[in-house]
């Protein structure tokens, strides 16, 4: 049986948004537990280059999140390295189960475990990541300016990252593995007027081909899925589109959810349905799914959680 642990706030998850409503909740007197998870510091873990994180014109993601731990911290709240393996929302004070066996009692939760891009799931994809294969356009398009990208996908993803990706790179192809896209038809139309644009239809990658040392990505090699013949396109990066998968498995039947399993909110607000628990950053967050935005919403959700707890 392990220890039971009391909090006024509890934070679940240590990306951009779970370490920025520690520093705010920290700074409100709360004295916050943050439980990292699997993944200390999050996604931006996996990338090498960031260049959008306002004030730092060029910062390595892993880098950016020790700093932002190291500041949590500073700020006097108590960083865990433990994962949440249940949660009951039944009730107030909330209760949760960490992986260690440690119960934590929570007068208020901040949701913050984020999403995971869905990967093809390539050894050689896994290789190149973030030395040339991505899979966030905004975040890593400005590196491929007048070069050739590919993106594979077929949803409003794959299109929205092979239109935005025009912007930067000469040509951009874009594989799916049929001869139809699910993408909305007026996106569809975009993307087919682009003259940068190239569809390859009914092709599948099977692997991702580039040089070892420096690491990076040379072009994909992919394979038609009628005949099987196989064709390597030349590419300086790879961009893989074929959705996200938000990390809501802990309130799946206790919270509301859309567009696939994101945490509803309610709308200029981290409320979600039930009072007193909060929901930042990719975890409620389809459309922007940026660190600056995660941290905004990790802020709101420390103010939501400050204003609660006053009332209360
Ligand atoms: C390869 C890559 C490159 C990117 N580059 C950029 C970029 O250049 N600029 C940019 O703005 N954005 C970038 N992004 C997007 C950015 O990383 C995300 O928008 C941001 O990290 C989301 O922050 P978050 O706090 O919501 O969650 P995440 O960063 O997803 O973190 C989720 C956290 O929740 C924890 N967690 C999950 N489940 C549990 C549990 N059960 N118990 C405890 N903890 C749990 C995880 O361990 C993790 O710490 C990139 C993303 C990827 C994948």
Redesign the pocket.
Known sequence: MGETRHTKVLI????????TAAVYSARAMLSPIL??????????T??T?????PGDSHVQ?PDLMVRMQEHATAMGAEIIS????ALDLSKRPFTTT?DSGTTYIADAVIL??????KWLGLPSEEHF??FGV???A???GFFYRGKEVVVVGGGNTAVEEALFLTNFASKVTLIHRRDFLRAEKIMQDRLFKNPKIEVVWNHEISEVVGAHEPRGVDGVKVRDVHSGAERVIPCAGFFVAIGHAP?S??VKDQLPLHNGGYVVVEPGTTRTAIPGVFA????T?HV????????G??CMAALDAEKFLSGH
């Open positions: 679940i998850g240590s990306g951009p948004a779970g370490y439980v990292q998870g699997l993944q200390p510091g999050g996604q931006l996996i990338t280059e960031v260049e959008n994180w993601g433990d994962y949440i393996t960490a913050a475990t984020g999403a995971q891009a990541k973030g991505s899979a966030c905004t975040c890593d990390a498995e802990l930042a950053g990719d975890l967050d922007y799914r940026q660190a600056v935005t995660s941290a919403m990790g």
